[in-house]
């Protein structure tokens, strides 16, 4: 017969209400994935720190992971698949040759305000991290990277974004 005290049972029912009130609600960017590959982190940890979203935008980079990297892309995946998410369908924008279409995602014709100006200072204009940003302003996300562009620009609309490294410690 397992013996539990009743301070402990007290505890941990305290704990779940602190934490289940308290829950953050991230967005990892696809360099999260890759975080989370080489740490070997436990995902059934990052439970805990909080709930977690995708978008179209995460699975697309993830499965076009080179196929000379098909290792790495099988494990990215199964990261992915198994993470606890929740997709947010949102007006597609940009198609490009990563971005996969499917049945629940909408396609729209004109990119929004938004997303241009995100990508006016780049270069190499960077659609889909400013489909990413738009999203988590959206949505009231916090952004999970290692990107210091997407992190400087995010920071820069008012959101919070923290390193993979950091959400572990939350």
């Not at 436990?42 to 290792?71: H, R």
């Not at 790495?72 to 490009?96: A, M, N, V």
């Not at 008012?158 to 959400?167: E, F, G, H, M, R």
Request: negative net charge; hydrophobic residues 40%.
């Amino acid at each position: 017969m397992l013996r539990v005290s009743y301070w402990a049972i007290c505890y941990f029912y305290h704990h779940s209400l602190d934490v289940a009130m308290n829950f953050k609600k991230y967005i990892l960017d696809t360099n999260a994935f890759d975080f989370l590959l080489d740490e070997k982190v436990d995902l059934d940890k990052m439970q805990w720190c909080g709930q977690y979203f995708t978008t179209i935008v995460q699975e697309s980079e993830l499965t076009a992971v080179p196929a000379k990297k098909k290792d790495r892309r099988e494990q990215l995946l199964k990261i992915y698949y198994t993470l606890p998410q929740e997709k947010i369908l949102f007006d597609l924008t940009i198609l490009d040759d990563i971005i996969m279409l499917d049945d629940d995602q909408t396609l729209v014709d004109q990119p929004s305000t938004f997303a241009t100006d995100y990508t006016t200072s780049f270069a190499n204009k960077p659609w889909r991290d400013a489909m990413v940003v738009e999203i988590a302003k959206n949505n009231d996300l916090i952004i999970v990277t290692n990107d210091v562009g997407m992190t400087t620009k995010a920071q820069g609309c008012d959101l919070k974004v923290i390193s993979p490294l950091n959400l572990l410690s939350i």
